[in-house]
């Protein structure tokens, strides 16, 4: 069964601990993406992958951290630097490419840091 | 830098009333623009998308969007909601340029119909 996987579905972390967020995909897609969804903000991006080994920042990827070591892996860090990180966090992939393909979301984690 | 705004945020409807939910985006090139819906407890999902040709793009559950390119405008519509519909609504381009960009969101608008 294809699709994207994040976990755990809930996080708490006391302040100033980093945390770090799991998403896996099995669609072999070669693009992947992190959003931050907040009350009435919509999702703004946080960091995206074109390929394995390379990824760039998005609009507010202060505080955050990726790696991509792997193609169905693209682990989001949120550091003590991230002044807000209480959030609902959502993982997406994409074919990628020249052309513009559709985005595939994951289920999300919610973040509460305490 | 793109953006796109989502006009009305909280929307309240009755069964079988007609939808229009307004997008507007500011970027001078080229875009692909889409509607994504997240029903409660749910992944977000695809509604609908616009890449190029016929501006009038149907989507599932009965949803259609015009894209109009002199106003950067694009619209969702449905001519009879359900009980069902009720979900946050993203509109959200992508500046054709690099193919695997990331998305810029709208601010969502809540949809609720009333039984």
């Known amino acids: ?114 | 830098a793109q953006s796109v705004s989502q006009h009305n945020h909280h929307v309240i409807l009755s069964e079988a009333a007609s939808l229009e939910l307004g997008c507007n985006y500011s970027y001078g090139g080229t875009v692909n623009l889409f509607w994504y819906v997240q029903y409660p407890g749910q992944h977000l999902q695809l509604l609908l998308k616009y890449f190029s040709g016929d501006p009038l793009v149907k989507g599932i559950k009965g949803f259609e969007a015009e894209f109009i390119k002199s106003k950067f405008s694009f619209n969702l519509r449905k001519p009879s909601v359900q009980w069902s519909d009720t979900a946050e609504y993203f509109c959200a381009v992508n500046a054709r340029g690099g193919g695997a960009d990331g998305l810029t969101f709208g601010k969502g608008t809540h949809l609720i119909i009333q039984p």
């Open chain 1, 1 to 114: 069964d294809g699709g994207i996987t994040q976990s755990p579905k809930y996080l708490f972390r006391k302040e100033g601990q980093n945390v770090t967020l799991s998403c896996e995909q099995n669609l072999n897609h070669d693009a992947m993406y992190w959003y931050r969804q907040d009350p009435g903000q919509g999702l703004r991006l946080i960091y995206y992958s074109q390929i394995v080994n390379d990824f760039q920042k998005g609009d507010i990827a202060e505080g955050y951290s990726v790696s991509r070591e792997k193609k169905e892996s693209f682990p989001l860090t949120v550091t003590s630097a991230q002044k807000n990180p209480t959030a609902f966090y959502l993982c997406a992939s994409s074919m990628g490419g020249r052309f513009y393909n559709e985005q595939f979301f994951g289920p999300g984690t919610r973040l509460t840091v305490l």
